[in-house]
């Protein structure tokens, strides 16, 4: 059985019978995502290059997926505005309208930027942090500082927030990722930030020797 999101955006679904894996359509999505974060060259941001990038890494014919990402772009990343056509290549061969129009290639939105950040395979994020903040709006900017600090001393604590406030989207939560406004989560119940809270207080409370007992203590449970 397939817990799926309705808004169509599918890089958080899982199989309930596989430990809660990943669907092949969440993971072929946050590949299409990765690839255009990544790769600066126009070729391996068309259709056949991003279906050949993920081929290659999976070991499988690239055309044997190219309907798939054909649909995730078209049908899903491109409408929702999470990514946009960024040019066009010339074409030297095939028949002459399609040589006039060329093969189009693609990048990410500040949106799909923003979704990017939420993905953990995705390596770059300290770039792209950068890069997201970089057009933000006056309310958006009161979030930039603390969010650029922490992500040099906590990163995995820093990204799993992007994380969070992107599912929320995807299970409906809220309506719309941007303007991006961190006070969205407060209408979504998690733990885990309320752990994280909990902890961060303690420890500016702690003395010097119990923050040493503490850090000795966590650092031999994980």
């Known amino acids: 059985m397939k817990v799926k999101s309705s808004t169509k955006l599918s890089i958080f679904d899982t199989f309930k019978t596989k430990d809660n894996s990943l669907t092949g359509e969440a993971n072929r999505q946050r590949s299409i995502i990765r690839i255009l974060s990544s790769k600066t060259n126009p070729a391996d941001?068309?259709?056949?290059?991003?279906?050949?990038?993920?081929?290659?890494?999976?070991?499988?014919?690239?055309?044997?997926?190219?309907?798939?990402?054909?649909?995730?772009?078209?049908?899903?990343?491109l409408p929702m505005g999470i990514a946009e056509?960024?040019?066009?290549?010339?074409?030297?061969?095939g028949p002459k309208a399609l040589q006039e129009k060329?093969?189009?290639?693609?990048?990410?939105?500040?949106?799909?930027?923003?979704?990017?950040?939420?993905?953990?395979?995705?390596e770059?994020?300290?770039?792209?942090?950068?890069?997201f903040f970089l057009k933000s709006d006056p309310k958006e900017k009161t979030f930039e500082k603390i969010?650029?600090?922490?992500?040099?001393?906590?990163?995995?604590?820093?990204?799993?927030?992007?994380?969070?406030?992107?599912?929320?989207f995807c299970d409906d939560k809220f309506k719309d990722l941007l303007p991006f406004d961190?006070?969205?989560l407060q209408n979504i119940s998690d733990d885990s930030l309320?752990?994280?809270?909990?902890?961060?207080?303690?420890?500016?409370?702690?003395?010097?020797?119990?923050?040493?007992?503490?850090?000795?203590?966590?650092?031999?449970i994980t």
């Open 194 to 220: 309320v752990i994280q809270k909990e902890i961060l207080e303690a420890f500016l409370k702690l003395t010097k020797q119990e923050k040493d007992e503490a850090i000795k203590f966590l650092n031999e």
């Open 85 to 93: 056509e960024d040019g066009r290549l010339p074409l030297k061969r």
């Open 102 to 122: 060329g093969i189009p290639f693609y990048h990410l939105t500040r949106k799909g930027v923003l979704i990017a950040l939420s993905i953990k395979e995705i």
């Open 124 to 131: 770059n994020k300290e770039n792209l942090l950068e890069e």
């Open 45 to 77: 941001r068309t259709r056949t290059g991003i279906s050949q990038e993920i081929a290659k890494g999976q070991g499988i014919v690239w055309k044997n997926i190219y309907s798939g990402i054909f649909r995730d772009l078209d049908e899903i990343l």
């Open 147 to 168: 969010l650029t600090n922490l992500s040099k001393t906590s990163p995995n604590f820093t990204y799993s927030i992007f994380q969070k406030y992107v599912k929320g």
């Open 182 to 184: 961190l006070s969205k």
